[in-house]
């Protein structure tokens, strides 16, 4: 199974940028879904941006395009969101996600089986 360590949350002020990152360690197929997902406070896990390591594919929720960029160095493991122009509502815990294979294109929240513990991001106004 796929272990992921996200990391580049923090605070910023309404239209900075933050990039977070998602390490994976063990077996990482060339065919995973990788996703980003978000909880804020009250809210049901939302899935923010994916992508298909094996072709680049990425889907991405309507609320961050045009601002939200998923990308992934294989050589490092490691699966970028770059974040601009955020928001306050942007607010939430981040969590990396891995589909490995990937059984489904665009992936939904239930076929991921491996999770990060998170990465807090505050944006505030």
């Known amino acids: 199974q796929v272990q992921l360590v996200e990391s580049g949350g923090g605070s910023v002020q309404a239209g900075g940028s933050l990039r977070l990152s998602c390490a994976a360690s063990g077996y990482f197929d060339s065919t995973t879904c990788m996703g980003w997902f978000r909880q804020a406070p009250g809210k049901e896990r939302e899935g923010v941006a994916a992508?298909?390591?094996?072709?680049?594919?990425?889907d991405y929720a309507d609320s961050v395009k045009g601002r939200f960029t998923i990308s992934q160095d294989n050589a490092k493991k490691t699966v970028y969101l770059q974040m601009n122009s955020l928001k306050p509502e942007d607010t939430a815990m981040y969590y990396c996600?891995?589909?490995?294979?990937?059984?489904?294109?665009?992936?939904?929240?239930?076929?991921?089986?491996?999770w990060g513990q998170g990465t807090q991001v505050t944006v505030s106004s």
């Open positions: 992508l298909y390591t094996g072709g680049g594919m990425t």
């Open positions: 996600a891995a589909d490995d294979p990937c059984h489904r294109w665009p992936p939904r929240k239930s076929q991921f089986g491996s």
